[in-house]
């Protein structure tokens, strides 16, 4: 079973400021089959990016993703307050089953 | 516009089983495989399985394998998600989303576009 990793645990930015996060896949994934959410409290998930970098309909171009193999990336280029949110990714994979990473919370700081 | 709308909140008892609903509309219910996924307080998401609302073939994940079932009424378009033999870890919220699988220039892609609000399941003696 692939396992997703997601660093940092939480990052603390200004609104303005450019916001970098990281997952990390224990073996490789196509780039086709990862995607992330982004989770504000007491809502449910959003789709923000499937494929690793295809934006999902009505995201802001703020959003974007990037990276293959073992390592992709969601960056935020510049933080608006309604993105202070928890952002996770996730992998379809082995046995056709999906798995998620722990998640990145975005803090004011 | 697409729309999953789920059953109310339940409170049960360990060793009960809950039945959470999720009624579709906006899109056509068989195109699409749904999701379940659950999300205890203050953590991750966890994916249960899906079910192809066409065929009615499952795919649960390894940990819930003989403990969830999932199953669809395609007349009434809902799905449902089964789960037994219920302890307090169980105490979550439970999300049905749409899932997609789409074929661009020989890639494929997966990942789920529209998620429900979410069912609250407390377990609890």
């Known amino acids: 079973e692939i396992v997703l990793t997601q660093s940092p645990g939480t990052l603390s930015l200004s609104p303005g400021e450019r916001a970098t996060l990281s997952c990390r896949a224990s073996q490789s994934v196509s780039s086709s089959y990862l995607a992330w959410y982004q989770q504000k409290p007491g809502q449910a998930p959003r789709l923000l990016i499937y494929?690793?970098?295809s934006r999902a309909t009505g995201i802001p171009d703020r959003f974007s993703g990037s990276g293959s193999g073992t390592d992709f990336t969601l960056t935020i280029s510049r933080l608006e307050p309604e993105d202070f949110a928890v952002y996770y990714c996730?992998?379809?994979?082995?046995?056709?089953?999906?798995?998620f990473g722990p998640g990145t919370k975005v803090d004011i700081k | 516009q697409v729309q999953l709308v789920q059953s109310g909140a339940e409170v049960k008892k360990p060793g009960a089983s809950v039945k959470v609903s999720c009624k579709a509309s906006g899109y056509t219910f068989t195109g699409y495989y749904m999701h379940w996924v659950r999300q205890a307080p203050g953590q991750g998401l966890e994916w249960m399985g899906w079910i192809n609302p066409n065929s009615g073939g499952t795919n649960y994940a390894q940990k819930f394998q003989g403990w969830v079932t999932m199953t669809r009424d395609t007349s009434i378009s809902t799905a449902y998600m089964e789960l037994s033999r219920l302890r307090s870890d169980d105490t979550a919220v439970y999300y049905c989303?749409?899932?997609?699988?789409?074929?661009?220039?020989?890639?494929?892609?997966?990942?789920?576009?529209?998620w429900g609000k979410g069912t609250t399941v407390t377990v609890s003696s």
């Open positions: 989303a749409r899932g997609v699988q789409l074929e661009r220039l020989g890639y494929y892609y997966y990942y789920m576009d529209v």
């Open positions: 494929g690793a970098s």
């Open positions: 996730q992998q379809y994979g082995s046995f056709r089953g999906f798995t």
